[in-house]
């Protein structure tokens, strides 16, 4: 099993540019959630989903869109990047019992310029 | 609101010494209770969690940790460090609704 997979490993973008974060599990689980995680700061939950076609906003969901139109993809979308979003993203997924550990893709580098 | 707060930013050992790496939560209910372990450039890997029952739980790597409620403390030990355990070190809450809070983090040098 790959686990959880993450495109691109590293990225520049151009502000105001647009790019999708892909995000593939081969897991089977019904829970899945991005992060970003900035220098010297723990992770900071975007947005996660319970299942295909359900998503919900975390703590910084600002500036980005999801969808799950499968269980196993959750493409995370930035569509006029700023700055502030430069950081490195992390795709985890759960099974779907109650609250069990995530487990986490190798996470996207993004630098915004 | 949920937190999670390692007050130790950065710690160095010995390879051999032991090891404790401070976690404490703030949650209203029992919570669930995570380590994780991110090597450079890599995603985070579990090294043990606690849900229930006994209190003090085995993870991998030889790691154990000890639920103190009474504390609000989830502390992260290990009998003898390796040159491999030199990493970022993250203690995490499940609350409800699926959401997860991490803490900022303790990174740990081993020297020789």
């Known amino acids: 099993n790959a686990g959880v997979t993450q495109t691109p490993k590293f990225r520049i973008l151009k502000i105001g540019q647009s790019m999708t974060l892909q995000c593939t599990q081969d897991?089977?689980?019904?829970?899945m959630y991005w992060y970003r995680q900035d220098p010297g700061m723990g992770l900071k939950l975007i947005y996660y989903?319970?299942?295909?076609?359900?998503?919900d906003k975390g703590e910084v969901p600002n500036g980005y869109n999801v969808s799950r139109s499968t269980t196993e993809d959750f493409p995370l979308r930035l569509e006029l990047a700023a700055p502030s979003q430069t950081s490195v993203y992390f795709c985890?997924?759960?099974?779907?019992?109650?609250?069990?550990?995530?487990?986490f893709g190798p996470g996207t580098r993004l630098l915004v310029l | 609101a949920q937190s999670v707060t390692q007050p130790d930013i950065h710690i160095t050992v010995s390879e051999g010494a032991s090891l404790e790496l401070r976690c404490n939560y703030s949650?209203?209910?029992?919570?669930?209770l995570f380590w994780y372990v991110q090597s450079p450039g890599q995603g985070l890997q579990l090294l043990l969690k606690?849900?229930?029952?006994?209190?003090l739980v085995q993870g991998i790597k030889g790691f154990e940790a000890e639920f103190k409620r009474s504390q609000s403390s989830f502390n992260l030990r290990k009998p003898s460090v390796h040159w491999s355990d030199a990493a970022e070190y993250f203690c995490?809450?499940?609350?409800?609704?699926?959401?997860?809070?991490f803490g900022t983090g303790t990174s740990l040098t081993v020297i020789p």
């Open positions: 985890a997924s759960s099974p779907s019992t109650a609250l069990p550990a995530q487990y």
């Open positions: 897991m089977n689980h019904n829970y």
């Open positions: 989903s319970v299942g295909a076609g359900i998503t």
């Open positions: 949650y209203g209910a029992t919570p669930y």
């Open positions: 606690y849900f229930s029952g006994d209190t």
């Open positions: 995490a809450v499940g609350a409800g609704g699926n959401q997860f809070y």
